[in-house]
């Protein structure tokens, strides 16, 4: 039977960080040292390019045993040794209980990789709908894994899955996460998507300057950037292109 109780994940926090180098000089990596609280279904954390909310998803997929270009604690491969030094300093505080039906991470960049080794493997492709990864678009390879793979009970980690997916696309993503973190599954995401933040009951941080902070829907800065900007497109444009 589905474990669906609490979140699996209560908290994250850092130790012994370096004051220098990448990542630990990024605001929101240093933050880290004063702890994150992910006890909550949903965990979404955006943020501009740079400002480490892929960071700290990645290491704590390390942290957590998973595979680092994508896949679960049994999908193990390596394209190229790129672990994010974080995970050495992270302490994860779990709930008490049965652990997670599946854990998996799941990120736009190196799923390629992932599809190439599920061809190497060679077995069944029930997780990925029946088809190898490869046959189908990208958008579509990521639909057939959520659908299939992801499940009651679970534990997932996505890095910016909207680099893979149409407005549609982020909605079918969106609805599976609703259902399965209502059936006891746990998500914790980085995106810059306002479709996904969207996301019901989602407890959302914004990365940046300062830090971290926790942000209702309609301070995270995709969401105000996106309103803006479809608000009145002409006026950004001519800020952007008329210097």
Not at 204 to 216: F, L, S, W
Request: overall charge negative.
């Amino acid at each position: 039977m589905a474990n669906t109780g609490a979140p699996f994940l209560r908290s994250v926090h850092a130790e012994d960080l370096p004051e220098r180098g990448w990542p630990f000089a990024i605001p929101a990596v240093a933050a880290l040292a004063g702890g994150l609280d992910l006890d909550a279904a949903v965990v979404m954390l955006c943020g501009d390019n740079g400002t480490g909310k892929s960071t700290i998803v990645e290491a704590l997929a390390v942290e957590l045993g998973v595979n680092v270009e994508g896949g679960s604690r049994h999908f193990r491969f390596a394209t190229r040794e790129t672990e994010t030094p974080l995970a050495e300093h992270l302490v994860v505080t779990r709930r008490a209980g049965p652990r997670p039906a599946d854990t998996f991470f799941l990120r736009a960049e190196t799923y390629f990789n992932v599809a190439t080794e599920v061809e190497r493997l060679g077995g069944p492709l029930d997780s990925y709908g029946g088809f190898s990864p490869h046959d189908r678009s990208h958008g579509e390879g990521f639909l057939d894994l959520v659908t299939n793979r992801f499940g009651p009970g679970g534990l997932y980690l996505l890095d910016e899955p909207e680099s893979a997916l149409s407005v549609h696309g982020c909605l079918a993503l969106l609805t599976v996460m609703a259902e399965l973190a209502a059936a006891g599954a746990q998500f914790i995401v980085a995106t810059h998507s306002p479709v996904l933040l969207a996301c019901p009951g989602a407890r959302i941080y914004e990365t940046g300057a300062d830090g971290i902070e926790r942000v209702d829907y309609d301070r995270a800065g995709p969401v105000t950037l996106t309103r803006g900007f479809l608000a009145d497109p002409q006026r950004y444009l001519h800020h952007l292109l008329d210097r």
